[in-house]
């Protein structure tokens, strides 16, 4: 369950932007998280990782909303570009091996947050 690790990092960037933005006055309603599929996450144990490493923080009781963009690639043989299901990693055009463009991304994409 590799989801714990990656949320610990997800939620120490959280904090560290609550705390740098002194949000003292509202309340963290809100995060928007963007984790690309090369990443393999399970939406629930992210979800349930999320609400145990934020309780008893400032970020307790936020709700964390994930986007999952597709593994994207392309195929230098070629020049084929479109999604890909991950363990193969050839061209759907002409089956030669692909590089990944997309669908590797994990970041913190926004903060939504409730003036009180």
Known sequence: MHEVSICQGLVKVVLDELTQ???GAGRLKRVRVVAGQLH????DSLTFA???LTRDTPAAGSQLDLRMPPLLAQCPG???????????????ACGAGVEITGGDE???EALEIDDL
């Open 21 to 23: 933005r002194a949000i």
């Open 40 to 43: 393999q996450l399970v939406p």
């Open 50 to 52: 999320y609400e145990l």
């Open 78 to 92: 070629c020049g084929w570009n479109g999604a890909i299901e991950p363990p193969v990693f050839l061209c759907e």
């Open 106 to 108: 994990l970041f913190v």
